[in-house]
Nanobody
């Protein structure tokens, strides 16, 4: 199983990025997906998640209204559209899946069995 995260980069404050997580060896349609991030010197935190059907989503308070998670099961890919980026969004972003649930209002439940390698998002002028 591989989760390939991509799309990170350098963006100015207020800008946008869309990061992707493409899976191989696992069918994302049967799994909830979570996006996590880890900033320098900080612990990893959950940012967003989406249920296997796409019917349930979760956003951490600091990203609500700015980030949107979506999935394309035909492409076995999950996306995180990030708008109005702020310096505090700077982090390595990881996708994760397998044996988790996405619970609206609280986020990922369970410990993901598979993690992507991460993609770096840097928000700076």
């Amino acid at each position: 199983v591989q989760l390939q995260a991509s799309g990170g980069g350098l963006v100015q404050p207020g800008g946008s990025l869309r990061i992707s997580c493409e899976a191989s060896g696992i069918t994302l349609a049967y799994n909830a997906i979570g996006w996590f991030r880890q900033a320098p010197g900080k612990e990893r935190e959950g940012v967003s998640c989406i249920s296997n059907t796409g019917g349930s989503t979760y956003y951490e308070d600091s990203v609500k209204g700015r980030f949107t998670i979506s999935r394309d099961n035909a492409k076995n890919t999950v996306y995180l559209q990030m708008n109005n980026l702020k310096a505090e969004d700077t982090a390595v972003y990881f996708c994760a899946t397998h044996r988790i649930l996405c619970v609206p209002g609280s986020g990922v439940r369970g410990t993901p069995g598979y993690w992507g390698q991460g993609t770096l998002v840097t928000v700076s002028s």
